[in-house]
């Protein structure tokens, strides 16, 4: 992959001539979020059998001296009543269970979907700084912030998604928003009725927020990226910078 236009004739049989399929990338990002999601499942799924075995050593202690094993003077498992719970002749009525549960079931997902965006974010972020080390070894060196975006909108964007950014806005200090009406990852992705589109789209705006950042990173700005969308195929793009090219500050 490069910049410069290959020139005719192809041979292909140039043991130096390398070809690559343009649609790999595309298809590569459709894969990425749910391969991401089933690596983060099969590690909680191995730190939990961990956890398990770890559990299975524990022998209770009677700190009271009221009777041996598990379960103190009552002769059974002991249970500690959880906030709303009634205790009634030593049985717990868990009146609260299914809110419990509920509750568990939601920090379990905002964690997995942590995970994921750590996940798919670092990778892009490793993505983004290659792609800065080769492409952009032969061009002067910026001397200013914005010139670092325009480079981030004009030459990567066209390099990763063969477009150009469709608008740039920055209000000088620091913060830049970039916008893409025709977001190349979500031009295969079909609309669902209940914005339910929209839901699904987002995960597959972490790994290109990790290329933004670490292309950044690679070329002298530390910032942060967030990424949003409100109606497929359009995607938004917003950098916060905290650190510049030349190590001025904001």
Known sequence: MSFDTPLPPYNAADPH???????????????????????????????GRGRGDWEDDVEDVDIDGEGKGEGGGRGGKSVVPAKGDVEVEGDVIEDLDVDIEADGRTIDEDEEREALFLRLEGWGYRVGLGLVERFSRDRPRFTDTLDVIKFICKDLWTLVFRKQIDNLKTNHRGVYVLTDNAFRPFARMSTEVGGQAVVRAQPFLFFPCGVIRGALAGLGVTASVQAETAELPGATFQIKTTGVVGGEGR
């Open 17 to 47: 001539a390398t070809f690559l399929n343009a649609s790999c990338l595309d298809l590569l990002l459709i894969e990425l979020v749910p391969m991401a999601g089933r690596l983060g499942r099969e590690m909680s799924r191995r730190v």
